[in-house]
């Protein structure tokens, strides 16, 4: 794995580590939270490290998170 894909995966890896209190969250806020981690990293993964992707992918995750989450 390339140095520019793992650095912004780690960056939001560390980021949803801010969620780490989970008990205020709504299983909403919670889904969104996992969705906005993982999409980030499939977009950091599939753009190369690119900046855009990387942050499409986190607020599309987030988007489809808080829609799974919404049905709980």
Same mark, same amino acid.
């Given at each position: 794995?390339?140095?520019?894909?793992?650095?912004?995966?780690?960056?939001?890896?560390?980021?949803?580590? +801010?969620?780490?209190?989970? $008990? +205020?969250?709504?299983?909403?806020?919670?889904?969104?939270?996992?969705?906005? !981690?993982?999409? !980030?990293?499939? +977009?950091?993964?599939?753009? $190369? +490290?690119?900046?855009?992707?990387?942050?499409? !992918?986190?607020?599309?995750?987030?988007?489809? !998170? $808080?829609?799974?989450?919404?049905?709980?």
């Amino acid at each position: 794995m390339k140095t520019r894909t793992l650095i912004p995966a780690a960056l939001i890896v560390l980021a949803t580590t +801010g969620c780490a209190t989970w $008990d +205020g969250m709504s299983s909403r806020e919670k889904s969104a939270a996992i969705g906005a !981690g993982v999409g !980030g990293v499939a +977009g950091a993964v599939v753009t $190369d +490290g690119g900046i855009l992707g990387t942050v499409g !992918g986190a607020a599309i995750g987030g988007v489809i !998170g $808080d829609q799974v989450g919404k049905k709980k």
